[in-house]
């Protein structure tokens, strides 16, 4: 009775998943295996997984093959290599869920990562769930040993709610630990050919939504510091600085076009993502333009420094982030030294 019960869920869950999850790899075969093993142990059953190979040149979709052969409930699709945005399009045309989520394949997700995002929604009849993440060093794969918060708690928000707390990075702005009706990718596809996808999208992934919901628990791993990241290269074109500028600012207008009323939170996230473009600015080569590089060096400072006042006085941005900012006004040079210095055992 138990054995035929089980098959049957098996046979449903095959037939009609109920989320689908979207995996790209490119590259990163040194991660495929922990990141289907954090899916292997979800205590929610009715899904499916799309794994994109997209164009890897690695040993990555040969081992995404070898797993998906024990797997039922996991199917591996190999793309010519288009990127992100492109591998996460893919996925969702055949995607058979109701629902999709997303997860990169160098990171790790919860045991109760779907039970809460599917809770949420099902509970609250929300258009959009998100779920919060921790950080985990890359240095701790496998990541049998993450503790995981299994309480499942979540919470409704307005709109206005949903804004101000991303741009506080608590959720963080991403595609990643998200659960949304599959219409909505469909609709509003991943911008293919740019970087940092993630925020171009933010419009018509979230912003478009009726309502939302935020898990409260942590149930994504975002794995920092393995050395093949993007946000790790040593070397960067002068078309990845400028992307990265037009996602700073597609987002500064999206904001104030569409839920004004946030201009302190949006002053803070504006500061901390041009200090990171300003890091990013020191492994672009000089030689493509140097005088863009310079105009895109004065531009982070010049607004840094201009709204610097404002950001010390706002009580959620925490003490570090305050000195961090400071720092960089005072002297980008020195902020990015220190940034250097400060990470350079973590590389």
Same mark, same amino acid.
């Given at each position: 009775?138990?054995?035929?019960?089980?098959?049957?869920?098996?046979?449903?869950?095959?037939?009609?998943? $109920?989320?689908?999850?979207?995996? =790209?790899?490119?590259?990163?075969?040194?991660?495929?295996?922990?990141? /289907?093993?954090?899916?292997?142990?979800?205590? #929610?059953?009715?899904?499916?997984?799309?794994?994109?190979?997209?164009?890897?040149?690695?040993?990555?979709?040969?081992?995404?093959?070898? %797993?998906?052969?024990?797997?039922?409930?996991?199917? !591996?699709?190999?793309?010519?290599?288009?990127? @992100?945005?492109?591998?996460?399009?893919?996925?969702?045309? &055949?995607?058979?869920?109701?629902?999709?989520?997303?997860?990169?394949?160098?990171?790790?997700?919860?045991?109760?990562?779907?039970?809460?995002?599917?809770?949420?929604?099902?509970?609250?009849?929300?258009?959009?769930? /998100?779920?919060?993440? !921790?950080? *985990?060093?890359?240095?701790?794969?496998? #990541?049998?040993?993450?503790?995981?918060?299994?309480? /499942?708690?979540?919470?409704? *928000?307005? +709109?206005?709610?949903?804004?101000?707390?991303? @741009?506080?990075?608590?959720?963080?702005?991403?595609?990643?630990?998200? *659960?949304? =009706? +599959?219409?909505?990718? %469909?609709?509003?596809? #991943?911008?293919?050919?740019? @970087?940092?996808?993630?925020?171009?999208?933010?419009?018509?992934?979230?912003?478009?939504?009726?309502? #939302?919901?935020?898990?409260?628990?942590?149930?994504?791993?975002? &794995?920092?510091?393995?050395?093949?990241?993007?946000?790790?290269?040593?070397?960067? =074109?002068?078309?990845?600085?400028?992307?990265?500028?037009?996602?700073?600012?597609?987002?500064?207008?999206?904001?104030?076009?569409? !839920?004004?009323?946030?201009?302190?939170? $949006?002053?803070?996230? +504006?500061?901390?993502?041009?200090?990171?473009?300003?890091?990013?600015?020191?492994?672009?080569?000089?030689?493509?333009? =140097?005088?863009?590089?310079?105009? *895109?060096?004065?531009?982070?400072?010049?607004?840094?420094?201009?709204?610097?006042?404002?950001?010390?006085?706002?009580?959620?941005?925490?003490? /570090?982030?305050?000195?961090? @900012?400071?720092?960089?006004?005072?002297?980008?040079?020195?902020?990015?030294?220190?940034?250097?210095?400060?990470?350079?055992?973590?590389?």
């Amino acid at each position: 009775m138990n054995e035929s019960a089980s098959e049957q869920r098996c046979y449903e869950r095959a037939i009609t998943p $109920l989320v689908s999850i979207i995996i =790209p790899f490119y590259n990163i075969a040194d991660c495929v295996e922990y990141c /289907i093993a954090s899916v292997d142990s979800q205590t #929610f059953n009715n899904f499916e997984v799309i794994c994109v190979d997209d164009g890897s040149t690695d040993e990555t979709g040969t081992r995404l093959d070898t %797993l998906a052969t024990s797997r039922p409930w996991m199917r !591996v699709i190999h793309t010519e290599n288009g990127g @992100l945005s492109a591998a996460r399009n893919a996925g969702v045309a &055949i995607a058979r869920g109701t629902y999709v989520t997303f997860v990169d394949g160098d990171d790790v997700i919860s045991p109760v990562y779907l039970e809460s995002l599917c809770t949420a929604m099902e509970s609250s009849d929300n258009r959009v769930v /998100i779920g919060r993440h !921790v950080n *985990l060093s890359y240095n701790d794969k496998p #990541f049998q040993d993450v503790v995981w918060e299994t309480d /499942i708690r979540w919470v409704m *928000l307005t +709109k206005d709610e949903l804004v101000d707390r991303m @741009l506080y990075d608590d959720p963080m702005i991403s595609a990643w630990a998200h *659960l949304a =009706p +599959k219409e909505m990718y %469909l609709h509003s596809p #991943f911008p293919v050919g740019k @970087l940092y996808e993630d925020t171009l999208s933010y419009g018509g992934h979230v912003l478009a939504a009726r309502s #939302f919901a935020v898990v409260e628990n942590q149930i994504y791993g975002y &794995i920092k510091g393995r050395g093949g990241s993007i946000t790790k290269r040593r070397k960067a =074109p002068l078309a990845q600085a400028e992307n990265f500028y037009e996602m700073v600012e597609y987002l500064d207008g999206l904001i104030e076009r569409d !839920v004004p009323g946030h201009g302190q939170a $949006l002053a803070f996230h +504006k500061c901390l993502e041009l200090t990171r473009l300003s890091l990013l600015l020191d492994i672009v080569d000089v030689s493509e333009c =140097p005088s863009r590089v310079a105009e *895109l060096r004065n531009a982070c400072t010049s607004y840094v420094r201009g709204a610097l006042l404002g950001v010390l006085r706002d009580r959620r941005v925490s003490s /570090i982030n305050k000195v961090r @900012l400071a720092l960089f006004a005072i002297s980008p040079k020195v902020f990015r030294l220190s940034y250097r210095v400060a990470t350079r055992d973590k590389q």
